[in-house]
């Protein structure tokens, strides 16, 4: 069975930073993408950073120069530091993993963790 377990989201102050971190399971992470999609109310789930198989990171306009993804397959974790943060930061934030697989995208998503964003 897999699982991809978020943690980390917390309420923080603008300016301030927080660490998501993802735990997989059941899969063997060096095969996959990965990435953080945000997502908030009435809004479409939208990508934030992702990182190749071969560690090349990868950001949005939106949150360059102040989120980081990075990866660690040997723990199978995937990490989302972010810095600087901003109040149209917040969201649910979810972790991903995909792969092409017989001409299809298999994908797995967590559970996601909130992050809000306030004064």
């Known amino acids: 069975q897999v699982q991809l377990v978020e943690s980390g989201g917390d309420l923080a102050q603008p300016g301030g930073s927080l660490r998501l971190s993802c735990a997989a399971s059941g899969i063997i992470v060096s095969d996959y993408v990965l990435g953080w999609y945000r997502q908030v109310p009435g809004k479409q789930r939208e990508l934030v950073a992702s990182?190749?198989?071969?560690?090349?990171?990868d950001v949005v306009d939106s949150v360059k120069g102040r989120f980081t993804i990075s990866r660690d397959n040997a723990k199978k974790t995937i990490y989302l530091e972010m810095i600087n943060l901003k109040p149209e930061d917040t969201a649910v934030y979810y972790c991903n993993a995909w792969k092409s697989y017989r001409g299809a995208r298999e994908d797995y998503w967590g559970q996601g963790t909130q992050v809000t964003v306030s004064s």
């Open positions: 990182v190749s198989r071969g560690g090349h990171p």
